[in-house]
T-cell receptor
Framework: GAVVSQHPSWVICKSGTSVKIECRSLDFQATTMFWYRQFPKQSLMLMATSNEGSKATYEQGVEKDKFLINHASLTLSTLTVTSAHPEDSSFYIC????????????????FGNGTRLTVT | DAKTTQPTSMDCAEGRAANLPCNHSTISGNEYVYWYRQIHSQGPQYIIHGLKNNETNEMASLIITEDRKSSTLILPHATLRDTAVYYCIVRGDLTGNQFYFGTGTSLTVIP
């Protein structure tokens, strides 16, 4: 159980275009999802916290107008990289936690398998 | 802030136990310790978590010191497929909702 699916697994786009990445919790509901970015040989960096039905919370230094997050349902969050540039090329990973059950706040996050974005 | 310190890299012989340490000296009373691993170009995989008691599951054991300032993840019989970067994360309800990753330990299992 607790499977998080990301789509697409990889994408190549031209500079200036926008790319949407989907994150779905397949067998559970998630009121909160998290988006991370990982550059080669570096650790995961938290970009933003996505809350169902409300605005996302962005980490310091992450441009909210560039990385648009929509969490329209309890099983889907999307990250749109707008006007992508080569420096946005990275590995984007989403995660989610099972919501609602007692003690769920301390339950572990479950991660998707990531999306490799290459901007040419 | 990651709030944890781990060795950058470790080697382990195949079939032997891999013991991965983590220092979390500033941990507070309600913060849990979580362990994840990441195999190249994949998302992190949950391994185990605990508060103060030692924990064991089908993947690993987690030993937390009595003062909770450090912990050790034990892979009892390492295989080549256990080669990965292992992350120790501390998080609790008073420190926010987020999981912050440190630099992790790159474990190489040697045949």
């Amino acid at each position: 159980g607790a499977v998080v699916s990301q789509h697409p697994s990889w994408v190549i786009c031209k500079s200036g275009t926008s790319v949407k990445i989907e994150c779905r919790s397949l067998d559970f509901q998630a009121t909160t999802m998290f988006w991370y970015r990982q550059f080669p040989k570096q650790s995961l960096m938290l970009m933003a916290t996505s809350n169902e039905g409300s605005k996302a919370t962005y980490e310091q230094g992450v441009e909210k107008d560039k990385f648009l997050i929509n969490h329209a349902s309890l099983t889907l969050s999307t990250l749109t990289v707008t006007s992508a540039h080569p420096e946005d090329s990275s590995f984007y990973i989403c995660s989610a936690r099972v919501a609602g059950s007692p003690g769920s706040y301390n339950s572990p996050l479950h991660f998707g398998n990531g999306t490799r974005l290459t901007v040419t | 802030d990651a709030k944890t310190t781990q060795p950058t890299s470790m080697d382990c012989a195949e079939g032997r136990a891999a013991n991965l340490p983590c220092n979390h000296s500033t941990i507070s009373g309600n913060e849990y310790v979580y362990w994840y691993r990441q195999i190249h170009s994949q998302g992190p995989q949950y391994i185990i978590h605990g508060l103060k008691n030692n924990e064991t599951n089908e993947m690993a054991s987690l030993i937390i010191t009595e003062d909770r300032k450090s912990s050790t993840l034990i892979l009892p019989h390492a295989t080549l497929r256990d080669t990965a970067v292992y992350y120790c994360i501390v998080r609790g309800d008073l420190t926010g909702n987020q999981f912050y990753f440190g630099t992790g330990t790159s474990l190489t299992v040697i045949p």
